[in-house]
């Protein structure tokens, strides 16, 4: 295995003799405005314990991936440089009872989004730097022991120009101008000088969650106070938080801080109260920082978040919301996962799963969003999960994570999502007051320390009074989902039957898992034209049958929905009435959590083949209008553009495209001027008009300002979404692309330009745009993204050419790109937009036929680029399989 590949075995090793006492950190930055200098010192003193009653406890290694290494002292000696230092370890030969480590190095700032990522704003020059090392990157930025198990307090001293903002996880302690000369004074700028700050020894924490923040950033800062309430067991106590809040000094016009200042009090003042432990990392930051690979990072006291959710532009309510939750969850990381953390990544789950929950709880009981909250859940992050665990690579919720590669895989919608959804349902099974009265002895019993799930399962069992080992077993250890299907017989007006089928096969095992589930059932009967709820029954579905007895003589229901409330976690069926019920009226239903899950029904259905694209479109198009509830609404456009573009056969697309548009344009002449629902069929409207000229005219209109609708604004996001469809449709020129940007050069519109111009559907724009996203490495992570998406964008005829040469690269790419990178990279090209032809089946596609034939020449290519491989084949062949009706 690489020595870039840390194994859970390595790490088991090394924790079994190892006790980390404490890290001193040392980054200079002073020259980061300086492009052509691609790295900066780092200097770490580590002092640690080795148990020399272990076995091979006399040696171990740090882990450090940099430009070089200057220097290795242990215990007051130096190693051979050329000796110790093997790819991205630092052997440590000799060691004594008690330990002291300096590594001095050169690290690499980073484009990826990996490490120390360094970041020029096109508005206006300026240099920003921020840290990211989930699950392994901190040894990008200087040596460590890069493992969640060995924490320990760290300290960090930054030199960095004058004039910027500097942040870490704690506070500063000192700062003072330094008299090293700097690029910027040599060449008498602003700002010149350098200033070297200090700050506060952390608790302990591991090392993926420090994090270092630099550059000229806006700052804004408040702070939370709140006593505990009598009933808690710190009454009488209080916390004061100071808060700060970051992001670029050219988005400054556009930061709303305080409603996420706004938001995180109010979260604050809810995990306070409800885990009844103080949020213990002193101050509270949170930094909206460019191309970030993630939603957010959970760093403690300093929080990072994409500046997606920054908006220049007009944005809806749900992105709002969704804002709202991802703070809600990087918070609950504080407990979940900051506190307590798990002791390797195979349970990833004991962090991301809990936050996942607890965001979205948090936003339903803490905010103005309220039970919006579970509809988003529903819609968006659970399909998400049923999507996740249809791949052949799906896996238990608990699992087996031999190495670093197949833990940044992991990061996925079971981890997350399904995870989150089995702690919805055990919360249903042993009531929330259990729930939480386990989640707080949990973090009194192991705080800064490291878990597996039995560390958990115990105070649960205790605080439920039942045994949580069958019910783990059956939810965390196993794979796939379960069907619902109901079975109802009806005789003179009145139920006679209602019959819940399960049926469930762990596509790992290949055996029978059929799961327990507490869940609601509920009865739909029309009312004045609308679909309202008449009965509802509560009840344990376990096994392959579930008969509902409470159901038996009830007036016939024109609608019967399973696991109505979203309690667990499945694939819902709908008996014959029900579905044609929910075909003629499920925007009709009132309840908005039980019409997301019927739209949910329904979207599955058409996913699995059982219900043809077309219908599913013409149900969109019919009922989708007036939406109530925007996450939602923007679920079902999403849909129907994949249901056209992946879906619909061939033959049938430009007739499928034609009624959805029909749909659209009727849809957003009925929105309420301003409105949310205006935006979403808008948008849709540009992305629709991607495969079709239909829109061009259109498109045309809303850019130069006539024929708008009242109250919509035509600004920077929705004028790339349009000039993107000109793009692809050939319908817009580079000329009038470099003009629209250069009217507006920022760097969300650098992207979306780099978008458009590689949506032109010219053979050898294609090519450049594919040389610069696989044969060279100037394009960051964000313009590398921007790029593939636009050149995915051209018609089957014209990526024809690159699906072979996509096969005869991937692996080089994998080998000789990071992670994050080769990622992108391996799952964007795959050459997915394919259609049945010439009588063929599915299976026999080329392909589908082509990546068979991959991964039988590669099987000892990486585990993380045939995962990726794998999974885009079975998109590929979903798609496939819906286009023949099957």
Known sequence: MSNFNLSRNDAATRKSFLTVHSYDVELDLSEAQDLSVPGFASRTSISFAADLSVPDSAQTFLDFMGLGVESVLLNGAPLDVAEVVDDARIHLPGLAAENEVVVTATAAYSTSGEGLHRFVDPA????????????????????????????????????????????????????????????????????????????????????????????????????????FPPESTHAGTSVDIPLAAYCRASLAPHFDADEIFKVTKAGLKYFNELFDYPYPFGKYDQAFVPEYNL?????????????????????????????????????????????????????????????????????????????????????????????????????????????LEAAKANFDGITYAKGASALKQLV????????????????????????????????????????????ASQWLGTSGMSTLIPDL???????????????SLDPVTGSTALRPHRLGISFFTYDAGALVKSQSFTLDVVGAETVVTDAVGSPVPDLVLVNDQDLSYAKVRLDPGSMSTALASVGRIVDPLARSLVWSTLWNATRDGMLPATVYLRTVASHAGGEADTSLLQTLADNALHAVNHYCPAADRAHAAELLLAGVEHHLGQATPGSDEQLIWVRTLALLGRGSDAVNSRSRELLAGSDVPEGLEVDGSLRWLLWQQLAARGAATIAELDAELAADTTAEHRANHCTAVAALPEAALKQQRWAEAVEQTALSNQLLSATIEGFMMGSQELLEPYAERYFEVIESVWNTRSLEIAGRIVRGLFPAHQDLAGGLTPEHHPVVHRTDQWLAEHPNAARGLRRIVLEQRDHLLRALRAQAGR
């Open 124 to 227: 206006d020059g300026q240099t920003y730097t921020y840290t990211q090392y989930e699950p392994a990157d901190a040894r990008r930025v200087f040596a460590n022991f890069e493992q969640p198990d060995l924490k320990a307090p760290f300290t960090f001293h930054v030199t960095a120009p004058s004039g910027w903002e500097v942040a870490s996880n704690q506070s500063v302690v000192s700062k003072a101008p330094t008299a090293k000369a700097t690029v910027a004074a040599q060449a008498e700028l602003p700002d010149s000088g350098t200033t070297r700050w200090d700050f506060a020894p952390t608790l302990p924490i591991s090392t993926y969650i420090t994090t270092v923040l630099a550059g000229p950033y806006f700052k804004v800062e408040d702070h939370f106070t709140m006593a």
């Open 295 to 403: 939603g957010a990072m959970e760093n403690p006291g300093l929080v990072t978040f994409t500046e997606a959710y920054l908006h220049a532009s007009r944005a809806t309510d749900s992105a709002y919301q969704q804002r709202a939750n991802t703070i809600m969850h990087e918070m609950a990381h504080m407990w979940f996962g900051d506190l307590v953390t798990m002791s390797w990544w195979d349970d990833l789950w004991l962090k991301e799963s809990f936050a996942d929950f607890m965001g979205h709880l948090a936003v339903a009981e803490a905010t103005e969003w309220g039970q919006k909250s579970w509809i988003m859940f529903s819609s968006r992050r659970k399909a998400w999960a049923y999507t996740q665990d249809q791949l052949p690579t799906t896996h238990p919720i608990v699992a087996d994570i031999p190495d």
């Open 428 to 471: 249903a099974y042993v009531g929330q007051d259990a729930f939480i009265a386990g989640s707080r002895e949990y973090f009194r019993n192991h705080e800064y320390s490291n878990t597996t799930l039995n560390d958990l399962l115990e105070p649960l069992s205790h605080a439920s009074g039942r045994d949580l080992n069958e019910w």
């Open 489 to 503: 017989d009806t005789d003179k007006g009145a139920v006679t039957s209602l019959t819940i089928k399960q049926t």
